[in-house]
């Protein structure tokens, strides 16, 4: 419905897009290169059951979903036109993780189908992310056609309105998912999870919550003064800012060794040791990562 | 309902993420109703031995035809030659997914021709 109100509805010239896309790929490298050089990934996509592949690709499809809706290239972008994005990023996502994977060998016409899909779901999932990031974040703020502002999401031209929950917490879970994916699929997750006293363990959950409140309130990290202005802080909405983050964070993680099957036949304290192993990068992402990816 | 304001470049992009997208959907809904759960079920292949040298080599095909994958398999061969002689070979596989198959090679430093050659899957890991 917004789509009516750009700058004239005209279509952007062929050029621009090109650029757009050329971002995205860039991008999508950027953010998964490390996932697809990563051997437990590529088992990840034959290991994997065909449900819990569905599920991934859904959860990833959703993400990239509500990243474009909230942070993504076009802030006055009507649903339809998300949904657009989101088909276009994940075909570029695709085709990103299939080409890379074949030069590095890792796809080959004696493999069989369902091998070579998963290899690709997994890791092209990654991509579209990034390919979506990518096309958000690396342009020229300047360059774009569409006669909008260049700052702030969906509604609030101005740029100094804090975005709402709902954008909050996508935006953190998209945060959480670039940065803890990298480490999630390794051994080293199960490694420290188990060897680490749990005194250490609760260390790094007080680790995450410290990180988590720095970032939001006291380093002037860019964009959170937007998110929450100096008059609005006061410490109930300080601490459960900071709690919304971690437990964003700690969900994220969880998800991402479920899938990765780091809780096949573990025990639930060792569930809960690797939940917040990785909830350190999980918390950085959803801070840090945020903050970031937010325009 | 908001037109689409696309030039061609952006609706073939379109088409083309939409058609993976589809494909990918079909395919894994199609896998996930079609497979029944079944444990990796392993099977040991041997082909013509070769002369290498000194030894001989003897390709090995290991195939899953279950719904799981098996994570370090283990593959032993036996030549067993006249006279009860025995002469034994094995190879590890560290992954054979689910309706796929490894190929690898054994060596041995006996003629197979000149006796019995068999092959099998001794164990395997669930991953």
Redesign the interface.
């Known amino acids: ?4 109100s ?1 700058a004239g ?6 050029r621009q ?2 650029q757009e ?1 050329a971002r995205g790929v860039v991008g999508g490298l950027l953010f998964s290169l490390p996932l697809i050089y990563t051997m437990e990934v590529w ?1 990840a996509g ?2 994997a ?3 819990h ?2 599920l991934y ?1 859904g959860a990833g ?1 959703l993400l990239l979903f509500g990243y474009n809706r909230y942070a993504g290239l076009h802030e006055d972008a ?1 649903w ?2 998300v949904a ?1 994005e989101a ?6 996502g ?2 990103v993780a299939a080409g890379t994977l074949w030069l590095l060998g890792r796809l080959n016409a004696g ?5 070579i ?2 290899k690709i ?1 997994v890791e092209g999932v990654m991509a579209a992310i990034g390919v979506s990031v990518g096309a958000a974040q690396l342009g020229n703020a300047g360059g774009k056609g569409n006669g909008g502002s260049n700052q702030g999401m969906k509604g609030e031209e101005n740029g100094e309105e804090p975005p709402g929950l709902a954008a909050q917490l996508v935006l953190a879970a998209c945060g959480a998912v670039l940065f803890a994916s990298n480490i999630a699929p390794t051994e080293e997750i199960l490694m420290i999870a188990v060897e680490t006293s749990p005194w250490k363990i609760l260390g790094l959950a007080l680790l995450s919550l410290v990180l988590g409140g720095v970032i939001l309130f006291q380093s002037d990290f860019r964009g959170s003064q937007r998110q929450t202005p100096d008059d609005s802080r006061n410490s109930f909405t300080v601490a459960s800012r900071i709690t919304a983050n971690y437990a964003v964070a700690l969900v994220t993680s969880a998800l991402i060794l479920w899938f990765f ?1 780091r809780f096949d036949g573990m025990s639930v304290g060792t569930c809960v040791a690797q939940t917040v192993v990785l909830g350190v990068a999980g918390s950085l992402g959803a801070s840090a990562g945020r903050l970031l990816l937010q325009r | 309902m908001s037109k689409l304001e696309k030039n061609a470049l952006e609706w073939s992009v379109f088409t083309v993420g939409l058609a993976l997208v589809l494909a990918t959907v079909g395919f894994l809904v199609y896998e996930a109703v079609s497979s029944p759960g079944s444990p990796a079920d392993l099977s040991v292949e041997l082909g013509r031995p070769e002369r290498r040298g000194q030894v001989w080599a003897v390709p090995v095909t290991v195939r899953n035809r279950g719904e799981e994958t098996a994570e370090g398999v283990q593959v032993e061969a036996v030549l067993r030659l006249p006279g009860g002689r025995e002469e034994r070979s094995e190879l590890e596989v560290l992954f054979v997914p689910r309706h796929s198959q490894r190929e690898g090679w054994v060596y041995f430093v006996q003629d197979p021709a000149r006796g019995r050659l068999s092959g099998r899957v001794t164990g395997f890991e669930e991953p």
């Open positions: 419905m917004s789509g009516q750009r509805g005209r279509k952007r010239p062929a897009s090109l896309y088992w034959f290991i059951r065909p449900s592949l569905l690709f499809f009507s339809w036109e657009f088909v276009e990023e994940m075909g570029l695709f085709l493999m069989p189908s369902e091998e899909l998963g779901v099957g």
